[in-house]
């Protein structure tokens, strides 16, 4: 397959979103370390600070001339800083794969309201299937926190909306919207974390780490995923982001050494089947729609 027909193809932004979730579970488990030096908020300040720095030397968003409705691009920053917010907050007393579980309602939410075919509720129907099998629903779920779940479906809720704001404003702003909509991020989570951070953010034993998770979590993922959300439709893009929880237990095989149950590789192959049929899918549809227009 050529450049050309690799970027005008499916298979592009698809690779794009594979790579941005391993970046973003590297991220997680970095970022999980710290959170008895310096807590959930002091985190999500230095991963939201560093990140928006890095993406706005990357992409120089001062040169950029903003046209149009800014709303979309605000809101998008704004999404942005409480998906990870959140998220922190809940991974403090909820286990990650329940945690990213929960979370995932808000694209599932976005597929299912953004479908119009009866084969896209099959996909849907399939992953969330998976997330059934994958939550513990037997004597452990007893043990969830309560408030850790709540943020970590508040978590999915500005996810949901991070979607769909970030397909718009990406519309119209390009690539440099990342950089924007993390300052945005930055500019409200930032004084916040820092405030309600344990100890100093810039201490030489914390900033590294703290740099490693700004590129992991948020500079590198959030750059792939802004370029992937302007090739494909937000149903097709939310769907995929249900590979989430089956890179996360995968993780917890290869570096945890954790094992999985029966139950928990038929949830893995739901979720897989359903990334590849809502790519398949889509990329059948967008062959039906061009021939037809």
Same mark, same amino acid.
């Given at each position: $397959?050529?450049?050309?027909?690799?970027?005008?193809?499916?298979?592009?932004?698809?690779? @794009?979103?594979?790579?941005?979730?391993?970046?973003?579970?590297?991220? *997680?488990?970095?970022?999980?370390?710290?959170?008895?030096?310096?807590?959930?908020?002091?985190? %999500?300040?230095?991963?939201?600070?560093?990140?928006?720095?890095?993406?706005?030397? &990357?992409?120089?968003? +001062?040169?950029?001339?903003?046209?149009?409705?800014?709303?979309?691009?605000?809101?998008?920053?704004?999404?942005?800083?409480?998906?990870?917010?959140?998220? #922190?907050?809940?991974?403090?007393?909820?286990?990650?794969? &329940?945690?990213?579980?929960?979370?995932?309602?808000?694209?599932?939410?976005?597929?299912?309201?953004?479908?119009?075919?009866?084969?896209?509720?099959? +996909?849907?129907?399939?992953? @969330?299937?998976?997330? +059934?099998?994958?939550?513990?629903? /037997?004597? /452990?779920?007893?043990?969830?926190?309560?408030?850790?779940?709540?943020?970590?479906?508040? =978590?999915?809720?500005?996810?949901?909306? #991070?979607?769909?704001?970030?397909?718009?404003?990406?519309?119209?702003?390009?690539?440099?919207? &990342? *950089?924007?909509?993390?300052?945005? =991020?930055?500019?409200?989570?930032?004084?916040?974390?820092?405030?309600?951070?344990?100890?100093?953010?810039?201490?030489?034993?914390?900033?590294?780490?703290?740099?490693?998770? =700004?590129?992991?979590?948020?500079?590198?993922? #959030?750059?792939?995923?802004? $370029?992937?959300?302007?090739?494909?439709?937000?149903?097709?893009?939310?769907?995929?982001?249900? $590979?989430?929880?089956?890179?996360?237990?995968?993780?917890?095989?290869?570096?945890?050494?954790?094992?999985?149950?029966?139950?928990?590789?038929?949830? @893995?192959?739901?979720?897989?089947?359903?990334?590849?049929?809502? %790519?398949?899918?889509?990329?059948?549809?967008?062959?039906? /729609?061009?021939?037809?227009?």
């Amino acid at each position: $397959m050529t450049l050309s027909a690799l970027r005008g193809s499916t298979l592009l932004p698809v690779l @794009l979103i594979v790579i941005a979730m391993l970046s973003i579970q590297s991220g *997680a488990a970095l970022a999980k370390n710290l959170f008895p030096l310096i807590g959930a908020p002091g985190v %999500t300040a230095l991963r939201l600070g560093l990140g928006a720095l890095i993406l706005c030397i &990357v992409f120089k968003p +001062w040169r950029m001339r903003i046209q149009g409705n800014r709303l979309p691009l605000l809101l998008y920053g704004l999404t942005l800083g409480g998906m990870n917010f959140l998220f #922190y907050l809940s991974i403090r007393t909820v286990p990650l794969g &329940v945690a990213v579980a929960l979370e995932f309602t808000g694209p599932l939410a976005v597929a299912l309201f953004s479908s119009r075919r009866a084969l896209d509720f099959l +996909w849907i129907l399939l992953a @969330l299937t998976g997330m +059934w099998f994958l939550l513990p629903l /037997d004597n /452990d779920i007893a043990n969830v926190d309560m408030q850790g779940a709540l943020c970590a479906i508040g =978590a999915g809720a500005c996810w949901a909306l #991070y979607i769909v704001f970030g397909k718009s404003a990406g519309a119209n702003h390009g690539p440099a919207t &990342v *950089a924007i909509g993390s300052l945005v =991020a930055a500019v409200v989570f930032c004084p916040l974390g820092a405030y309600f951070a344990e100890t100093s953010l810039l201490s030489p034993a914390i900033l590294p780490l703290g740099i490693a998770i =700004a590129i992991l979590s948020t500079a590198l993922p #959030y750059s792939l995923e802004m $370029m992937a959300l302007t090739r494909l439709p937000a149903k097709t893009f939310s769907t995929l982001m249900s $590979m989430e929880p089956a890179i996360a237990a995968l993780s917890g095989i290869l570096f945890l050494g954790e094992h999985l149950l029966l139950t928990q590789w038929v949830a @893995l192959f739901c979720i897989i089947a359903a990334c590849l049929g809502a %790519t398949l899918t889509a990329k059948r549809a967008h062959i039906t /729609d061009s021939a037809q227009s």
